[in-house]
């Protein structure tokens, strides 16, 4: 017996619907026993003659009403087990719609079908139809439903075991789609809401568990043997990454989330679309917005060039600026196979879109091989493709490699920012935005230092075109960004190859932190800099809060299912050449004026002399060619005297 019901329910689960003319057919005989019953129940209290002819002709009249007016308001197209509030109105104005024609042609054709009841009897007996029919389409819906959800219980008695995060439109959406699903892996176990007071709620028939305290939360989830909690959006996440998630880390309960819009499945398969949530979701925040029109409105029909384009900032510049009206982009990296990368996927995005030609892609789209620090390369691309707009992304970003090689900082981010400010100025772009970084600020570092003297020489060139010592019209604008999640080399996926590895997961320091944001986030900077830039400003804006590297180690492990230090192991490696405990976004002798965007601000920095600080880049570059590391660092601390190296062997040079 028990076999026989495991494969009927198997038939359930796996049949995809009923056919629908089927649906069609079962609707109108459903609606046409109900006629018919209404009429035999009335013809019984009026002491009535049963004719079999008479409701022969009753049933004939009432399926084909029934057929009609089933099939021009197409009740029958909706998946009977997924019956929704809209349908079952339609359901209900369509058996109104037949019941009218219905009550027309037993009027007109009383005489012939031989019908005895008065006018008031008649239009009594429809409103009976009416609801009977109602009642009887809506309960087989229902039982239909109640069938396949029970089939679907016991067919999948190793479905992980939920509680869905909230009670409103989003989360019911999300038990609506999980505890329905032909291949659910979910067992729906009820509602979980933080309240300062506990209530009793049901919802959809499940119990809404109003949290007021942790001890309540872990009886529940002990009584209802619950595997994980499952929130429907990452902003609901983030409403609870400091209560309950935190609470469900430290007591090894999964916390689970539906992924973004951008993250669904491409092929269409929604099977495992929700996944454990990631220590990424928790670190964001109130994500910048910028006004896109503005944006449109700058970039429309310009040429832009993208340098470090295969880069992950970059990379991400190019997708948005390629989406904006642009005349061209030109992606330029030294990089072969990262470049090759970005072109494949531009071209793969572009062969979607309607009247896609490879003509007009090509004359679109610009892939160039160049290095920065090659003048004479750089004069040749600015020559053929006289970019409008510059956003400069090429650097080497590495704190310990930039401290063993001091005079290759020196060439890529100084020397190379320079050939590209150069060309700017003297083939008329319009303007260039350079992305800076954090760690230029107060520099501990040779790579930090590099930046900032890159910010210097651009806004010195940017200074000496408006006091008209340089000919030109290019604006220079600098972005300064903290940390950007998932780019290359960054800590998170350090960090998550090594618990896969089995650990250890190594922090420098148990008291370090750093500021953290997403590369769409610093992307949509640079476009708002470009946008609001007049020339001249370094841009900074509001990080959040800055999160400790060994708290994010912690919370990495434990939401892998592992234990800090008994699992898997931190430990602690010390501080490397050049790192600090934290990160500043402003120097302390800088101040900041607001914009018209609430978490940007301008930097205002000390001033150089033009004229000055060609002498001394000149001396800064004849070092690094000369491969004087020491003499080059010393230079470096000359043009920037906040910058102390520290735990480096340029230390030294600070006493």
Known sequence: MSNIYSIISNKVINSPYISRWSVLLIDSFIATF???SVYLVLGFFAKSEPILSRYMYIALLSFVSSITTFYIFGTYRGIMRHTTMQEVMRISIAVCVKSAILLALFISLKDWIGITFSNLNLMFSQVADIVCSIVLLIALRMFLIYIYELSLASNNKTAKRVLIYGDGPKSVALTSFLSRNMHAEYRIMGYVTMQTRRTKLKLQGLTVYTIDEYDYFSEVIEKKNVNAVVFPSQASAMEEKDGLIDYCIKKHIKVMVMPQLNEMPKDGNMQNMIREIRIEDLL????????????????????????????????????????????????????????????LEL????????????????????????????????????????????????????????????????????????????????YGVEKMVMVSTDKA?????????????????????????????????????????????????????????????????????????????????????????ATMGEGYEIFVFDMGKPVKIADLARNMISLAGFEPDKDIKIVYTGLRPGEKLYEELLNSKENTIPTGHKKISVAKVREYSFKTILQEYETLRDLAKKMDKMGTVRQMKAIVPEFKSQNSVYSQLDK
Do not use: W
Request: with cysteine; charged share 25%; net charge neutral.
């Open 34 to 36: 109900a006629t018919v």
């Open 284 to 343: 964001g925040r109130d994500e910048i917005t910028i006004n896109m029109e503005e944006v449109s409105g700058f970039l429309s029909g310009k040429r832009v060039m993208v340098t470090g384009g295969a880069g992950s900032i970059g990379s991400e510049l190019s997708r948005l600026i390629s989406s904006f009206p642009i005349s061209q982009i030109i992606v330029l990296d030294s990089a072969e196979t990262p470049l090759h990368n970005i072109q």
């Open 347 to 426: 071209t793969d995005r572009e062969k979607k879109k309607d009247g896609f030609s490879l003509e007009s892609f090509d004359d679109r789209f610009k892939f160039v091989i160049a290095d920065v620090r090659d003048v004479a390369r750089m004069e040749k691309v600015f020559e053929a493709y006289k970019p409008e707009i510059v956003f400069h992304a090429a650097a080497y970003k590495h704190v310990p490699l930039m401290e063993s090689n001091p005079c290759e900082a020196i060439n890529a981010n100084v020397m190379g920012s320079r050939n590209v400010a150069d060309m700017a100025v003297k």
């Open 441 to 529: 600020v107060n520099p501990t570092n040779v790579m930090g230092c590099s930046k900032r003297l890159a910010e210097i020489y651009v806004q010195t060139l940017s200074k000496a075109i408006i006091n008209g010592e340089v000919e030109g019209k290019t604006k220079f604008i600098t972005t300064r960004f903290g940390n950007v999640l998932g780019s290359n080399g960054s800590v998170i996926p350090r960090f998550r190859e090594q618990i896969i590895n089995g650990g250890p997961v190594t922090v420098t320091h148990k008291d370090i932190i750093r500021f953290f944001m997403t590369i769409p986030e610093a992307c949509r900077l640079v476009l708002e800099a």
